[in-house]
């Protein structure tokens, strides 16, 4: 498995790279990630107990890539976002996997494929999202103890989309869906994706916003150079912005019953949102008036992060932030981050409840988790 030391050598050799599945078209190897590599034969399975209870924990932010759309992708200009994630960890099917997560103390992974083809034609969306849908529910069908399905959806074409995600949702048993930050640099809480997010409202269902490649954050030229800006910066910069348009635009408004989860800790919103609120009524090209609540409140009711923050004084401080309630455990799984469960063990602010509800508890809920 990797040090510490050779990912961040990694990362800072890959300029302008975004995390997730696809980093400006180029695969994951190409753009300097490499998957850990825990085992190559199934071990002892690592199960957690809490105060002498077995807990289940759940993985919210574990990446997954269907490699049977290659065929469908192969000539068309999605090919070269695809090639390189064919094989390997992320690839759905490969057994290191599961051998991973009973190392890793995880019971289940919510796998998601990181939004990569919103460029396609209706044609292609349509082929490519029931496909990637139709592997990702059998492969939770042949694991249900061990995996939930998020959806994916094309949500270029937003009517199609909601089509997409309640078929997901009552047909193929999928559990919510996963969603990038933009979509082709057009900002998701535009008014013509209103049918996408009254679907999701209707049906009740957890969505997932992981960052893909976008022009302004992840892909800001400012961001070339040393230190793969384009991933530490680039990434969380473009959560924020999406959260803060959905709030500032009036999404959640609209559509109250929403429940949306952010990766990478929210980006630099939850920790910061306190200047949103001082912003509001004092001028500064913040406009306000319309909305209901204040921009750091949407985090206590319809907003959720995921716990990548790394260090003990950010998670309480994030903790204190958005509640435990509002807080779920994520791995960005298969990459080599130092977020194992044992990092919310020993946060010695959190109660047993805090973790359990962290860890996993929080995920049995809002993906319905019951075996």
């Given at each position: ?35 850990p590599q825990i085992g190559v034969a199934r071990g002892k ?305 959190l109660s047993n409840a805090d973790k359990e509800a962290i ?13």
């Amino acid at each position: 498995m990797p040090n510490r030391r050779d990912f961040l050598k990694n990362v800072a050799g890959a300029a302008a790279a975004t995390a997730g599945v696809f980093i400006g078209g180029r695969g994951l190897v190409e753009a300097g990630f490499h998957s850990p590599q825990i085992g190559v034969a199934r071990g002892k399975r690592r199960e957690l107990s809490i105060a002498g209870r077995r807990v289940k924990t759940v993985d919210a932010h574990a990446h997954c890539f269907v490699p049977e759309v290659w065929d469908l992708v192969k000539d068309t200009p999605l090919a070269a976002a695809a090639k390189n994630n064919l094989t390997g960890n992320i690839a759905l099917g490969n057994p290191q996997r599961l051998i991973d997560m009973d190392a890793q103390g995880i019971d289940y992974q919510a796998i998601n494929v990181n939004a990569w083809g919103y460029s396609a034609d209706r044609a292609l969306a349509r082929d490519l999202i029931k496909l990637q849908n139709e592997k990702i529910s059998q492969w939770c069908a042949k694991h249900p103890d061990r995996f939930v399905g998020m959806a994916t959806v094309a949500l270029q074409h937003p009517d199609l989309a909601a089509d997409q995600l309640d078929e997901a949702i009552n047909k193929l048993g999928l559990r919510g869906a996963a969603i990038g930050g933009s979509v082709e640099g057009q900002e998701i809480s535009d008014r013509k994706f209103d049918p996408f997010w009254a679907k999701a409202e209707q049906l009740g269902v957890l969505l997932f916003m992981h960052p893909q490649g976008a022009p302004g954050t992840t892909q800001n030229p400012r961001l070339q150079g040393r230190g793969g800006l384009g991933n530490t910066i680039g990434n969380p910069l473009e959560t924020t912005v999406f959260l803060s348009h959905l709030i500032f635009e009036g999404t959640l408004d609209r559509f109250p019953g929403l429940k949306i989860c952010s990766a990478h800790a929210g980006g630099y919103l939850p920790s910061y949102s306190g200047r949103s609120d001082a912003l509001c009524g004092r001028g500064g090209g913040a406009d306000c008036k319309a909305l209901k609540k204040k921009p750091s409140e949407y985090f206590r009711e319809q907003l959720y992060i995921d716990s990548m923050i790394f260090r003990e004084e950010g998670l309480r401080h994030l903790v204190a932030e958005v509640g435990v309630g509002h807080m779920v455990y994520g791995t960005d799984y298969p990459f080599d981050w130092p977020i194992g469960i044992d990092f919310i063990l020993n946060a010695p602010f959190l109660s047993n409840a805090d973790k359990e509800a962290i860890l996993g508890g929080n995920l049995v809920k809002l993906l319905r988790i019951t075996s």
